[in-house]
């Protein structure tokens, strides 16, 4: 292949990351947390150490097995792999009702961020894997600097006012 040809290929805007595929240590504990406290949808097992999740009767958005990963301990904190999972809500209403969700099961939260084009809610699955929660701005809003460039700021989301959209 001639990459020096392809250099300025862009992928066309409507591609998207259509699934993420974890390895976990106990299939029915990350079931418990991504299904019934985050709310996907169960589609099927696959054997007994496999299942899939959706939004919306997606075949899958999630996959989570443990074929290398049974009652094995978290991936180490310090060296490469995956940084997080990001979970768009189509809405700011929704976020706040799975903030609502996580607060009233007592799930802790590693931090809740407004960056400007997106509100943003931390926290780990059972086994450790980094978890965002959040939902983007209209793109006309997005902070940008005087040339048109993007923007993103980090600072300290409100999460008391954000739950008031979830009627708390």
């Known amino acids: 292949m001639d990459i020096e040809n ?4 862009k992928l066309p ?7 993420i595929h974890l390895k976990v240590t106990d299939l ?3 079931l418990g947390f991504y299904r019934d406290l985050l709310g996907f949808e169960f ?6 150490s496999a299942a899939f999740l959706s939004a919306g009767g997606y075949h899958h958005h999630i996959g989570l097995n443990t074929w290398y990963s049974k009652d094995g ?5 310090n060296t490469a792999g995956l940084f997080h999972t990001a979970i768009l809500y189509p809405e700011r209403r929704d976020l706040a009702i799975a903030l609502k969700r996580l607060v009233e099961a007592g799930y802790p939260l590693t931090g809740a961020s407004d960056h400007g084009v997106s509100e943003a809610i931390y926290l780990n699955d059972p086994d450790g894997n980094g978890v965002e929660l959040y939902w983007d701005r209209s ?3 997005w902070p940008r600097d005087e040339k048109g460039n993007l923007r993103m700021v980090t600072e300290a989301l409100d999460l008391e006012e954000l739950l008031k959209l979830a009627g708390v």
């Open 73 to 77: 301990g978290p991936a180490p904190a």
């Open 28 to 30: 029915e504990r990350a």
């Open 13 to 19: 805007a409507a591609t998207r990351i259509g699934h």
């Open 139 to 141: 793109k006309e809003l």
């Open 6 to 9: 392809t250099k300025d290929y």
């Open 43 to 48: 589609q099927q097992f696959y054997g007994d």
